[in-house]
């Protein structure tokens, strides 16, 4: 039987709490229609769902890439005396045993090492030192990179993935996302520029929270809910 076209490595199962709304079982069923030999979930700051989804995806013959989507906190010596700017999103997917250890040290520094009442984050300094066995994904409109891009700064973008390309040295993935935003199509070009010059590798991602489109409005109210 041939394999689908298309994998997806950003999904946010209902581990993403009042956030994503796909259960484990339901993701592999749709992994089972339609053809796809491999899914990564990549839930908001936690892995509460490796083990599940692991098995399930494993039980119905479908590799399961675990991984997580990450908050990088703005650091002091990046913006002198200015605001501290929201935390950044960076997905990282783990290719091996190393990798995961890592990965489960940053997730629970996010949230033990924060400064209380702050959303679990992790400054860009930390990864460093913990980034052996994970591939990193450059986060979207929401990450560094796309969001220096809206601002107009490209000179900082570029230093930022740089950085990036840096600690996760032959890792690193520009992620080009079209899911219909002008906000997206105003940074592609520059985006695509910037791998080029940098010559990395383009990955295409749709991040998905929900399973169909008929769940939009069920999943909006999650949201309304949430917030």
């Given at each position: 039987?041939?394999?689908?076209d298309?994998?997806?490595?950003?999904?946010?199962?209902?581990?993403?709490?009042?956030?994503?709304?796909?259960?484990?079982k339901?993701?592999?069923?749709?992994?089972?229609?339609?053809?796809?030999?491999?899914?990564?979930?990549?839930?908001?700051?936690?892995?509460?769902?490796?083990?599940?989804?692991?098995?399930?995806?494993?039980?119905?013959g479908?590799?399961?890439?675990?991984?997580?989507?990450?908050?990088?906190?703005g650091?002091?010596?990046?913006?002198?005396?200015?605001?501290?700017?929201?935390?950044?999103?960076?997905?990282?997917?783990?290719?091996?045993?190393?990798?995961?250890?890592?990965?489960?040290?940053?997730?629970?520094?996010s949230?033990?090492?924060?400064?209380?009442?702050?959303?679990?984050?992790?400054?860009?300094?930390?990864?460093?030192?913990?980034a052996?066995?994970?591939?990193?994904?450059?986060?979207?409109?929401?990450?560094?990179?796309?969001?220096?891009?809206?601002?107009?700064?490209?000179?900082?973008?570029?230093?930022?993935?740089?950085?990036?390309?840096?600690?996760?040295?032959?890792?690193?993935?520009?992620?080009?996302?079209?899911h219909?935003?002008?906000?997206?199509?105003?940074?592609?070009?520059?985006?695509?520029?910037?791998?080029?010059?940098?010559?990395?590798?383009?990955v295409?991602?749709?991040?998905?929270?929900?399973?169909?489109?008929?769940?939009?409005?069920?999943?909006?109210?999650?949201?309304?809910?949430?917030?």
């Amino acid at each position: 039987m041939s394999h689908a076209d298309f994998v997806h490595l950003r999904v946010h199962s209902a581990y993403s709490l009042s956030e994503g709304a796909i259960k484990i079982k339901d993701l592999v069923a749709l992994c089972q229609r339609d053809s796809m030999p491999a899914v990564g979930i990549t839930d908001s700051s936690n892995l509460f769902g490796a083990l599940e989804f692991a098995l399930a995806a494993t039980g119905a013959g479908i590799q399961p890439i675990i991984g997580c989507q990450l908050l990088i906190g703005g650091e002091a010596e990046d913006n002198p005396g200015a605001t501290r700017p929201d935390p950044d999103q960076l997905v990282v997917l783990v290719q091996n045993q190393r990798g995961y250890q890592n990965l489960l040290s940053l997730v629970s520094a996010s949230y033990l090492d924060g400064d209380a009442g702050s959303e679990p984050q992790v400054p860009l300094s930390r990864l460093a030192g913990s980034a052996d066995g994970l591939l990193a994904l450059t986060g979207g409109l929401k990450g560094a990179v796309g969001r220096l891009l809206g601002a107009g700064q490209d000179a900082a973008a570029a230093n930022m993935l740089g950085r990036l390309a840096e600690i996760f040295p032959g890792r690193l993935y520009v992620e080009v996302q079209r899911h219909g935003l002008a906000e997206e199509s105003a940074i592609e070009e520059r985006l695509l520029d910037l791998a080029y010059v940098h010559d990395l590798p383009l990955v295409a991602t749709n991040e998905a929270f929900f399973p169909t489109a008929r769940d939009y409005e069920a999943h909006d109210a999650l949201i309304c809910i949430a917030e």
